[in-house]
């Protein structure tokens, strides 16, 4: 079997690099090995992603600069997946990128890896027929990084529920990702062991809504989030756990004490609003009002009194008035949280959005509701982080940026600071001497 190097390009969220990460050992299993550069490969990858238009457009992009180098060299294997391509028909796909030789769902790294099979590029003894659970060639076994992260890597993703089924009108993830499907417990925790046996500290569980694990199984059948952090929370060599990300609807008590009370699990807790209004709040079909957010809060700080709290909000949804965007304003400097990631609505194909709702808040004022959130919550982080100057925290150490050592707290808040000795991966206890509102610097103690 002739080996071949490969070259993954990724772009998106968690679930993105997971599965370009899954890819790449699927690969490296069979023999090849990564390239620096596109043009240096003999398979490349490019990993989509279409929840923004601005990132979509960066696909494009990308797609378009892979012509030339597919015109010049016909041989290389040129592949597209992830939630460009989606679970639907790639034909027009096929009709406008023709350069490209497959397009792969999200999640699946069988295509490509049975593409490569039927050209002899591929040593059959080692393509594996189909598993139980739809996986192909033993890539849940026993998990094996890329051999450029085997002892490197501090802190992995997991995915542990694909796709979704709530369908916000203004979600394509749906539509991509097909519905919610959650993984057997027993491969998540074998995967998570294979992780902390190659070095790996950290583990973050992921899911659209990642609190409904499990609830897609017939009652009794399989265990709930719950559960499944309990069994994680056993395996030797893993200091930290965290999860995302949730949905106001589904974090309940329970999860919340066992974030509390499971050592490993860690006081940070990923729940967007998207929305300070109910109105708007309706029309995104969420399924909470402002004021349940406000309770969930509260009881979040009630029970994980150490608790981080990190949402998500959208500006500029179809009808937002500047008095509802004043509600989202209001909402956010009320409840002080410590991280906000700011978005501007753009529509996507096939949501009820899309196909119901006028994209009629102009562009320029889009822009200026981000930045008026941003800025606020600048100086709520700031502020927040400005008690910790003189504390002690404890940093999961990541790697070195800039000649710094770089990790996070529990609270997963950056910090960064300087020590001759190596020391990834491993928990420093760090006084703090500066704050900003998007990172601390401190000395090891």
């Known amino acids: 079997m002739p080996k071949m190097r490969y070259y993954i390009w990724t772009i998106g969220c968690q679930m993105n690099i997971a599965d370009s990460r899954r890819l790449a050992s699927a690969l490296e299993r069979l023999g090849h090995a990564p390239a620096p550069r596109a043009e240096d490969a003999d398979i490349v990858v490019l990993n989509t992603c279409?929840?923004?238009?601005?990132?979509?457009?960066?696909?494009?992009?990308?797609?378009?600069?892979?012509?030339?180098?597919?015109?010049?060299?016909?041989?290389?294997?040129?592949?597209?997946?992830?939630?460009?391509?989606g679970n639907r028909?790639?034909?027009?796909l096929q009709k406008r990128f023709p350069w490209v030789d497959l397009?792969?769902?999200?999640?699946?790294?069988?295509?490509?890896?049975d593409y490569l099979a039927e050209r002899g590029l591929v040593d059959e003894d080692r393509a594996l027929a189909a598993r139980e659970d739809g996986r192909r060639y033993g890539i849940q076994d026993g998990f094996l990084l890329p051999r450029a992260?085997?002892?490197?890597?501090?802190?992995?993703?997991?995915?542990?529920?694909?796709?979704?089924?709530?369908?916000?009108t203004y979600c394509v993830i749906p539509?991509?990702?097909?519905?919610?499907?959650?993984?057997p417990a027993a491969e998540i925790v074998a995967e998570a062991r294979a992780l902390a046996a190659q070095g790996v500290r950290e583990i973050t569980l992921l899911g659209q809504i990642v609190d409904r694990y499990g609830e897609d199984r017939v009652a009794g059948s399989g265990l709930r989030l719950v559960g499944l952090l309990e069994q994680l929370h056993e395996i030797e060599g893993l200091v930290r756990i965290r999860f995302l990300t949730s949905h106001p609807n589904w974090m309940n008590d329970?999860?919340?004490?066992?974030?509390?009370?499971l050592d490993k699990v860690c006081e940070h807790i990923e729940v967007p609003v998207?929305?300070?209004?109910?109105?708007?709040?309706?029309?995104m079909r969420r399924g909470y009002t402002a004021d349940d957010y406000r309770r969930l809060v509260a009881r979040i700080r009630e029970i994980v009194p150490s608790v981080s709290i990190a949402t998500d909000i959208i500006v500029g949804f179809p009808g937002e008035s500047e008095e509802q965007f004043q509600h989202t304003y209001d909402l956010l400097a009320e409840l002080r949280l410590d991280k906000a990631h700011i978005a501007r609505y753009?529509?996507?194909?096939?949501?009820?959005?899309?196909?119901?709702?006028?994209?009629?808040?102009p562009a320029e004022e889009k822009e200026r509701r981000r930045k008026l959130l941003d800025d606020l919550q600048a100086g709520i982080v700031a502020a927040i982080n400005s008690r910790l100057l003189g504390q002690r925290v404890e940093v999961l150490v990541e790697g070195k940026r800039k000649g710094r050592w770089w990790g996070r707290t529990r609270t997963d808040r950056l910090v960064f600071f300087t020590a001759a000795q190596d020391l990834t991966g491993q928990l420093v206890p760090v006084r703090v001497t500066w704050s900003g509102p998007w990172s601390l610097v401190g000395e090891v103690e």
Do not use: N
């Open 103 to 113: 397009f792969m769902p999200p999640s699946d790294p069988a295509p490509l890896l």
């Open 175 to 183: 539509y991509r990702r097909g519905p919610e499907r959650s993984r």
């Open 254 to 261: 329970d999860l919340l004490r066992a974030v509390a009370r």
């Open 50 to 85: 279409v929840v923004r238009q601005q990132a979509e457009d960066k696909v494009y992009g990308r797609l378009s600069s892979l012509k030339p180098l597919k015109s010049r060299r016909p041989e290389p294997v040129v592949a597209l997946m992830g939630c460009l391509v």
């Open 274 to 283: 998207q929305a300070g209004d109910d109105e708007v709040l309706a029309r």
């Open 346 to 361: 753009s529509p996507r194909p096939q949501t009820v959005a899309a196909r119901h709702y006028p994209d009629d808040v």
């Open 89 to 92: 028909d790639p034909a027009p």
């Open 149 to 168: 992260e085997r002892g490197r890597l501090v802190s992995a993703y997991i995915p542990i529920l694909l796709g979704c089924s709530h369908a916000c």
